[in-house]
């Protein structure tokens, strides 16, 4: 199946790299998070206007958005965690918790997982925005997190070069991929049908373990230059999408996983540093990138 990819807007702004991309508040809406402290709002129907929405002192590395109680929690990069209402600041929390930074976000059902730079996994109150229970699950930094509905699993992904899978509601380490990936794992992600997980690492591979086969690997191929930051499924399950520092963004088949665009500067008008993370927007299937050259692009993905 041919693919087309076009370069449909760059939403500048920020003052520094921009680390985080996630769904806003409504469907056509995205949020930004970047090292300048900033959190933007963009609509997808009219991305020349951000809206800065909340600021935090330091760099963010990463964030979520919950509709249930319309509260931001971000993570930055000394590896506090807060628990911002855009509009009413007055009610912030700002919580010093992990190590070296906050690298990853989950909400899951009534709880938030947040994940560290010193290795430690955190269950926090999505309600009384508090910290729950922690789990040491390694002395390195833990990169990256993912969740199975099917299989209520956690996968974790860490600089140890492991990927840790969890009991979602035990925190049970139930399995360990050791040496997943040369020196870190920095992105998991399930696919659409939960059959397989994927992964990127900084030894730029991308791989595929199946899940029903006891994480058994099926599948590694060298896939870019350089680190791979992050990974994105379509939502209509034809595609995925790799992001690198070695700034591109890489679209594969997901039944094959062969190649079938590598988004760059000199042919789609793309990043001119590395691409930080992706977004992939149910919203008109189109594809979001952030990156350390201070913007994010909006990419139109069809057949």
């Not at 921009?18 to 959190?39: K, M």
């Not at 939960?194 to 199946?210: I, N, P, Q, T």
């Amino acid at each position: 199946m041919q693919i087309l990819a076009k370069n449909i807007a760059k939403l500048t702004g920020h003052r520094a790299s921009v680390f985080a991309v996630e769904a806003g508040p409504e469907p056509h809406t995205i949020l930004s998070g970047a090292g300048d402290g900033w959190i933007v709002q963009w609509s997808l129907d009219d991305p020349e206007n951000g809206r800065l929405i909340a600021k935090v002192d330091t760099n963010i590395f990463s964030l979520k958005y919950l509709l249930s109680t319309k509260t931001l929690v971000i993570g930055d990069m000394h590896g506090g965690v807060h628990w911002v209402k855009p509009g009413q600041p007055e009610t912030t929390k700002d919580i010093a918790h992990h190590k070296n930074g906050v690298f990853a976000v989950l909400e899951l059902g009534d709880f938030i997982f947040t994940l560290g730079g010193g290795g430690k996994l955190t269950r926090w109150s999505k309600t009384e925005e508090r910290s729950l229970e922690s789990l040491q699950l390694s002395y390195h930094s833990l990169r990256s997190i993912a969740w199975s509905k099917s299989r209520n699993e956690l996968a974790i992904g860490a600089s140890d070069e492991h990927i840790y899978i969890l009991d979602a509601d035990t925190l049970e380490i139930k399995q360990t991929i050791f040496n997943a990936h040369g020196k870190s794992v920095f992105s998991v992600h399930y696919s659409l049908d939960e059959r397989f997980l994927f992964s990127g690492g900084r030894d730029a591979h991308f791989k595929v373990w199946d899940c029903q086969k006891s994480y058994a690997p099926i599948f590694s191929e060298a896939a870019h230059w350089f680190t791979i930051n992050a990974i994105a499924f379509d939502p209509r399950g034809h595609f995925f999408a790799t992001a690198s520092r070695d700034k591109t963004i890489r679209i594969w088949d997901v039944t094959d996983f062969s190649l079938k665009k590598s988004l760059d500067l000199k042919k789609y008008e793309g990043h001119i540093n590395s691409v930080n993370d992706l977004y992939w927007s149910p919203y008109r299937n189109e594809l979001i990138s952030a990156s350390d050259d201070r913007s994010l692009i909006i990419w139109a993905i069809s057949t």
